[in-house]
């Protein structure tokens, strides 16, 4: 069995279907560089795009990954749960067990320097991310890539993983002799190619004439970081930004009420997540844990703060994430729960630091704080510089952290798999039960036995409460009436290959 650019097949003979239609820019005729130039954009999403190395530190970051789908190609774009097209892959299929995946390349594709991109490219690509053991590693531990030519690639897991196709989704392919300092001007095959970077500020980017699909219309691209979302909004409104997302919900009905722009929210993968460090002392205990949790009104301060596009949160991932099982939430009782911190022994006299970067994020933190202080628990919310918060959100520098996850490819093993086994070390939590749940989650290709597993890891990381998980997010873009072929992504990390801008 295949799965094409043409049409959709049953990747496996038991349930797991994979679609796989048409690629994400479109069929070569009907691209939009056939038309006459598309003017202008300026988009301003609200992660700051610190480092253009998708295989790195920020590898999953979403600036990281909004520049990524500009600049370089994926094998795989995942559309829905268990729904993916092809970009650099034509066809995939697993063997028998799904232990090994046999990808066949495009041909003529070709890197923005002429060279082409080939198996090679792609093996390279796959052993650099496992070399610098980024975040994106986690998905890929003990896999083996090899390519027995020029246009096939075959990835091994040693192991069945049906979620495969979702995990390298999220995998961008650049070329064989990159360094670290290759990514200030890099070289890719996506449809734009870079003009200007400065970091944490500003990408411009053209488009990329020898992109397979044909160069986009746009004549110019830029990613702006503007942080203050009032001054993000005012760019907005005066055309200084054309295209926006991730608005604060008391800014959408002023928006809404503008007939010059577009506002849509889509449903998407997002879950503000709260970990607590579990390998904090003062945050070991499963009790202590869930008493935090339970002293905090997270319904009162989604409705208040988030009323057009927070949903209170019932489950670690999202409703459209193939995984998702609802769990009984946890009620807001603060005498209960300071008298579980009692019985636990809490020691009242630490202070708890939070950390965040997201502005959207100040006053939720300052809810979650002033609540755990009527119980007489001392929070310390800490704004931090996204890559600062990076990099001690990967040495554990932290009590608490905050923050929205989604599940890359709609499927479980993106998060839970990538995040929850004690291999990982994200939170500090280690449960040889829930790795169990999760490596068997993977080996199965019956769609309804992985959903099953995910339910039972999902039961143990909720009642462990291995984090506090407050809110499932609605994403909202805005976009100015000149803009035309934009399509709101529901993961927060829109494709502008299709767009154009009449006032450019």
């Not at 349930?15 to 038309?35: I, V």
């Not at 923005?112 to 991109?117: A, N, T």
């Not at 992109?211 to 005012?234: C, H, K, N």
């Not at 911190?341 to 100040?362: K, W, Y």
Request: negative net charge.
């Amino acid at each position: 069995m295949k799965l094409s650019t043409r049409r959709a097949v049953p990747a496996l003979a038991i349930t797991l279907t994979l679609l796989a239609t048409t690629a994400c820019g479109g069929s070569g005729d009907d691209s939009p560089g056939d038309d006459a130039a598309g003017g202008t954009l300026t988009a301003a999403g609200p992660i700051p795009i610190e480092n253009l190395d998708p295989h790195g530190p920020s590898s999953m970051d979403a600036g990281t990954q909004l520049a990524a789908r500009a600049l370089f190609s994926q094998l795989v774009i995942s559309t829905g749960p268990g729904e993916f097209t092809g970009e650099l892959a034509t066809e995939w299929e697993p063997n028998e067990d799904t232990s090994q995946w046999t990808f066949t390349l495009r041909e003529g594709v070709e890197f923005s320097d002429g060279e082409p991109v080939d198996a090679d490219a792609v093996v390279a690509s796959f052993e650099r991310v496992l070399e610098l053991n980024g975040p994106l590693a986690g998905n890929f531990v003990d896999y083996t890539v090899e390519a027995p030519d020029e246009s096939t690639v075959v990835f091994d897991a040693g192991k069945p993983d049906a979620s495969f196709v979702a995990k390298i989704s999220s995998f961008f392919v650049t070329p064989p002799d990159v360094s670290d300092a290759s990514f200030q001007d890099p070289v890719g095959s996506g449809p734009f190619v870079v003009e200007s970077f400065t970091p944490g500020q500003e990408l411009t980017m053209t488009p990329n004439p020898t992109y397979w699909d044909g160069a986009p219309a746009l004549e110019e691209l830029t990613f702006q970081s503007i942080p203050e979302v009032s001054a993000r909004m005012t760019a907005l409104q005066t055309g200084e930004v054309d295209v926006t997302w991730a608005m604060p919900d008391d800014q959408i009905a002023a928006l809404q009420g503008d007939t010059s722009l577009t506002v849509e929210t889509v449903d998407g993968p997002g879950v503000v997540t709260m970990w607590m460090n579990s390998g904090e002392e003062t945050l070991q205990e499963a009790a202590v844990r869930r008493a935090l949790w339970q002293a905090v009104d997270f319904e009162e301060i989604t409705t208040s703060l988030f009323p057009e596009t927070g949903t209170p949160a019932d489950s670690v991932i999202s409703p459209v994430v193939l995984g998702y099982a609802p769990q009984e939430p946890v009620a807001y009782d603060p005498e209960a729960a300071k008298a579980a911190l009692e019985d636990a022994g809490f020691d009242f006299d630490t202070t708890l630091e939070l950390q965040f970067s997201q502005p959207q994020f100040r006053q939720f933190a300052q809810a979650v704080a002033s609540d755990l202080a009527e119980i007489d628990v001392k929070v310390e919310p800490l704004e931090k510089e996204q890559a600062v918060f990076l990099e001690d959100l990967l040495a554990m520098n932290w009590d608490i952290n905050l923050q929205q996850i989604g599940s890359q490819g709609y499927d479980a093993a993106t998060n839970l798999g990538r995040l929850y086994p004690c291999a990982a070390g994200r939170t500090g939590y280690c449960n040889e039960e829930l790795d169990s749940l999760l490596a068997d989650a993977e080996a199965t290709s019956d769609t309804a036995e992985r959903e099953d597993l995910y339910a039972q890891a999902t039961q143990i990381i909720w009642e462990d409460a291995v984090g506090m998980y407050p809110m499932f997010v609605g994403m909202p873009y805005a976009w100015r009436e000149g803009v035309e072929g934009f399509v709101p992504a529901g993961d927060s990390i829109p494709y502008f290959t299709d767009v154009t801008n009449s006032d450019g």
